[in-house]
């Protein structure tokens, strides 16, 4: 089937205070609103549930809600607030971060922001989308971010989510086009934000050992550990499987991060998903041939409940110059662009029984090698 899609381009001025229909068809809609602090807001709905994305601050995915269960992640914000710093309104569900750098500078040379430009970049260009393909029928949002610095940097990044009708899985894609006559060095991760749950689960397509699933014992400028720290990253260092299982006495305080192996079905999808107590899964796959990285978050605390149960990416979050060095960097040649694309939401307990066969399939195939 053909993409066919019709385009919405949005403006400042038709966000006002109080919400207001844009669009509807056929169980599919988008609204425009503006939040208490100004912050512009879409919300994306289909008959299952709804996104609330921010169309020109980052195209982060603001919140997401599928069968009357939040999906993001607990935070100090109850909303976005405007600034281009991470860490100044952060609790997103999905930020684009990049593309010039990814995570905390960490050495002498590095003058890159946390997690880079892109989070809360100001796109110049946003607009909803209306179509079907070989999905079904969708409403999503996109546009156009054009980063130029004289003297080093000029892209344009595009992304794009679709949330189909009848469906709680959403696609999620970005494009980088190098817009320059000489090579561009790119590093991407996809920060995704889901909320843990007591008695949920970790289940994905990496060989769960210290060698393949490696705790992150560095300790960023902006991470202030208490005491007992570093031997819980010891002793997760030991035996990763520990954090497979959540349950209430379980805090993970300030953060704890690791960096995985992750292995590929024969289509070349890796898999993850937070197994909820009824059967049903938070989900996310992705294409190891774009995101050969993967990185792990997880944060409980009395302010900030987040499980980034994979966050995947074409480097580790050591900063510019240290990934430089593992020659973790992608190159876009002169006028060349990059893509990358993910499914991310929830399965229904026999799709995520299915993926769960998949996985051990997979992670068996490996064991056997």
């Known amino acids: 089937m053909n993409d066919k899609t019709t385009r919405i381009h949005l403006h400042p001025e038709v966000f006002g205070a109080q919400e207001r229909l844009l669009v509807e068809h056929a169980g599919l809609s988008a609204a425009t609103f503006h939040f208490e ?52 309104t952060y609790g997103a569900f999905l930020l684009h971060c990049g593309v010039t750098a990814i995570g905390a500078a960490s050495a002498p040379t590095d003058n890159h922001p946390l997690h880079g430009e892109l989070p809360n ?21 996109s546009g156009r971010y054009h980063h130029i610095v004289a003297f080093s940097h000029n892209y344009a990044a595009a992304p794009l989510v679709k ?35 007591d008695g949920g689960r970790i289940v994905y397509s990496a060989l769960p050992t210290p060698e393949h699933v490696r705790v992150r014992t560095s300790i960023p400028s902006h ?23 959540f349950t209430p006495d379980q805090v993970y305080d300030p953060e704890v991060v690791f960096y995985m192996d992750y292995l590929a079905d024969r289509d070349g999808w890796a898999h993850s998903m937070q197994v909820l107590p009824d059967g049903s899964a938070d989900y996310v796959r992705h294409a190891t041939a774009q995101l050969d990285h993967a990185i792990r978050w997880i944060v409980r605390t009395a302010d900030q409940q987040a499980l980034g149960f994979i966050e995947p990416a074409t480097a580790e979050v050591e900063g510019y110059t240290a990934e430089k060095a593992k020659g973790n960097l992608k190159i ?3 006028g060349g662009s990059w893509s990358t694309h993910l499914r991310i939401g929830v399965l229904t307990p026999t799709q995520a029984a299915a ?3 998949k996985i051990a399939a997979v992670l068996e195939s490996e064991r056997l090698k």
């Open 121 to 141: 970049a100001p796109f110049q260009q946003a607009w909803v989308v209306l179509g079907e393909d070989e999905r079904g029928a969708y409403i999503g949002l």
């Open 332 to 334: 876009i040649p002169p």
């Open 163 to 197: 949330l189909y009708l009848g469906s709680s899985l959403i696609d999620v894609s970005l494009t980088v086009d190098n817009l320059k006559h000489s090579p561009m060095e790119l590093m991407y991760l996809c920060h995704i934000n889901f909320r843990p749950v």
């Open 37 to 88: 602090s100004g912050v512009l807001g879409l919300r994306l709905k289909n008959d299952l549930g709804e996104l609330v994305m921010l169309p020109f601050q980052g195209q982060q995915i603001w919140s997401a809600e599928f069968a009357g269960r939040p999906l993001t992640m607990t935070s100090m914000f109850p909303e976005p607030r405007p600034t281009r710093l991470f860490l100044e």
């Open 355 to 357: 993926v769960e066969q």
């Open 223 to 245: 991470i202030k550990p208490g005491p007992g720290y570093v031997e819980f990253l010891q002793s997760l260092k030991e035996r990763p499987e520990q954090h497979h299982q």
